[in-house]
Structure formats: C-alpha cells, structure tokens
C-alpha cells in the first residue's frame, strides 16, 4: 500500500481500475499489466482488430529556438534537419562512447521539436537536454498532457468514424492535428507493435472522455503492458533498459537504419567516433532474434553458448509470441554468431534447448505507407 501511494498516476488511472485493470509497477508509475481478458486475448485482438494503451507515462517535451534542429542533431545521430513539417522519426541520444542514453520519437511540429522519450529516462532526458541547449533554445515538458496509442489493422477504419483525417494520405510516422470526439488531439500515425496504429497526443483532462468513447467502438478493447511487451517483442523492438542501455550503441542494436546519411557525413554528434568506426568496420556483438525450440520461452539475462559449450552471448527479452504459438526472444551474440539460421544453445530449467537465429522482426509488420 505504501509503494502504491508513492507511484504516479495518469490521467486513465480510475478507468484502468473500473474497467478491470490489474494495476502494477512501472517505470514509477500505477500501470495495467492487463485486464480481465489476459495478455494473450488483448494481443491477439490487437493483432487482428485494435488495442488501447494507455502511454501516458512517457515523456512528451519540446524544443523550440531558432537553431532547435541543429542543437538536436548534436545529441542524436537523426537528420533532425532534413524531417519535414509534420514527420517524424526514431533515434537515440548518445554519450561519448556511442552508447544509448534513451530512445526517442522526433517530430518536426513547425515552430518546435517534438519528443517522446522513455519514463524511465525523461528526468535524466531533461536533465541532459538543459546541460546541451544553449541561449536561444527552451526546453518545455508537457506535463499535463496524456497519450493514448490506438494500435492495430482496424485502427484507421475506427478514427475514420470519428475525424475528419484524410487517412489515405496519412502515412507511417507523420503526425497531424484534429478533432476526435470534440476535442483536439495530435494524432501521430506510430506505434510500439509492429501494427498500423495511431498515438493520440491530448490534455490530461480529456483523455478518460477519449478514451471511453474509443471503447465505445466495437472494433477497440483496452490492452496493458503486458500485451504491449509481447506484440514490441514480435516485431523486434527493442525496450530501453533491456535490449538498450547505455553500453550498446545503435549499430550494435542493429539501428543503423535510423542514423541519417547526412550525419554519417558530418561526424558531428556526441559519440560519433565510435559508432562511425563500427559503421565502417563493424562490431564484435550484434542484436539478433531468436526462435528457441519448444514452448517455454528463454527470459532475460539467460547465456547464450555454442555447441562447445563456449558462452557466445545473452538474452535481453523473450517471451511466447500469441502469434507464432511459439517462443520468441532477442539478445546480442558475438558477430560471428549472428547469421540468420546459427544454432545456439541455452539452459532452460536445468536442461539444454537449441535456439536458432533468426531475422527480426519475428512477426511481420504492417506499416502504412503512402503510394502515390
């Protein structure tokens, strides 16, 4: 009862309660883990149909000042620079040795520079962002402010009902503003899931009428952390604190994708060095995913060795995967082990299973992308 009343709470706590919710710890907050259903009925349904989460725990701040980009561009290795009004996009701050501080969204909001970043992470965010912006540049938590992902294939059909979005030209990581439901809301088509989905940036105050009008739909069903885990996990995201921290850089994490050409060229973030030698040279550890055999899943922090015996690296996150009806993890291994279809081998319950690399993600995705 004590560590409940010193947890924080969002502003969907009273409806995650009467709607069932099994409230838990994370990242210093009263989260659900799931509700009555269980985790494995809210993945599926969000796999097929849409899940509500409650995200509200992450950080929502903003940069503005007249050189917001290019200060940005010093702690991350985006191309802050080059997004468009209204794109967003996926990086890392950085320390001197490459290695990740946090993961963050980065959305170019026309006068300002949107973040989402880690709960976990956001005071350690701010305070990091304040030592690095200078004069000119202002740093704004939006405190207040809730966010509400809407994840899954039906999740356009049900906001069609519901806003005036032309949703055909709304692709993957772009962000618009609109009304839904009376009330206006940032709606950034994103999402931690692998599915086509929606975050729903909106005042504190209205988030409870949002979301019980969301539910009001037949296509939604609310989904906790526990769902959340395991749909990331199937589509080979990665969680900060597990599978990154502050020892792995992005190319080890296999993110590279997500370091922008222009600043692969310019060198010019914290922990450059580092990570554009292992650009050009490569890393003696890889992210890989795993498909272990059997049905019982490989947790964290479980060895990884070879068929000597030789210990070849760990797991970070593993689960069973709703979808596949099978178990699914991720860790790093030495380079030399990560080609797709390597058999490692780890202790389960003291015996020994077989566990094959993998491509990530391990469940296909479903971005929406605009083709004309």
Request: hydrophobic fraction near 40%; proline fraction near 3%; aromatic fraction near 6%.
């Amino acid at each position: 009862m004590a560590e409940d009343k010193l947890l924080s709470k969002t502003p969907l706590h009273n409806l995650h309660v009467a709607n069932g919710g099994r409230m838990v710890s994370f990242a210093g907050y009263s989260l659900p883990l799931q509700y009555q259903g269980g985790i494995v009925k809210e993945h599926l349904h969000t796999r097929n149909a849409a899940g509500l989460f409650d995200v509200s725990h992450m950080g929502q701040l903003e940069v503005s000042g007249e050189n917001r980009a290019a200060v940005l561009e010093k702690l991350v290795p985006a191309d802050v620079g080059g997004l468009e009004k209204g794109q967003v996009c996926y990086s890392q701050f950085t320390n001197d040795k490459g290695g990740i501080l946090d993961d963050l969204l980065i959305s170019n909001n026309g006068d300002r520079l949107g973040l989402v970043v880690n709960a976990a992470c956001k005071n350690s965010d701010i305070k990091h962002l304040k030592e690095h912006l200078p004069e000119g540049c202002d740093l704004h938590y939006l405190k207040k402010q809730a966010l509400l992902a809407l994840q899954g294939p039906k999740t356009a059909q049900v906001l069609k009902r519901h806003c005036d979005i032309d949703f055909g030209q709304f692709g993957f990581m772009t962000r618009r503003h609109a009304v839904l439901f009376g009330v206006e809301v940032v709606i950034s088509r994103s999402g931690y899931t692998g599915e086509d989905g929606f975050e729903i940036s909106v005042e504190g105050e209205s988030a409870e009428r949002v979301a019980e009008r969301l539910l009001g739909d037949k296509e939604v069903q609310l989904a906790g952390l526990g769902a959340r885990d395991s749909l990331r996990l199937e589509a080979g995201l990665c969680l900060y604190g597990q599978d990154l921290d502050a020892s792995t850089t992005p190319v080890e994490a296999n993110l590279e994708w997500s370091i922008g050409v222009r600043r692969r060229n310019s060198g010019d973030f914290i922990g450059a060095d580092v990570v554009l030698e292992q650009l050009a040279s490569g890393t003696k550890r890889k992210r890989v995913g795993l498909a272990p055999e059997g049905r019982a899943p490989l947790r964290g922090n479980t060895q990884l060795r070879d068929s000597a015996g030789v210990e070849v690296g760990i797991v970070t996150s593993g689960s069973f995967s709703p979808t596949l009806g099978a178990p699914v993890a991720m860790g790093y291994v030495s380079s030399s082990y990560s080609a797709i279809g390597t058999n490692l081998f780890a202790e389960l319950r003291g015996k020994t299973i077989s566990a094959t690399v993998v491509p990530i993600p391990m469940v296909q995705t479903h971005y929406f992308r605009v083709t004309n």
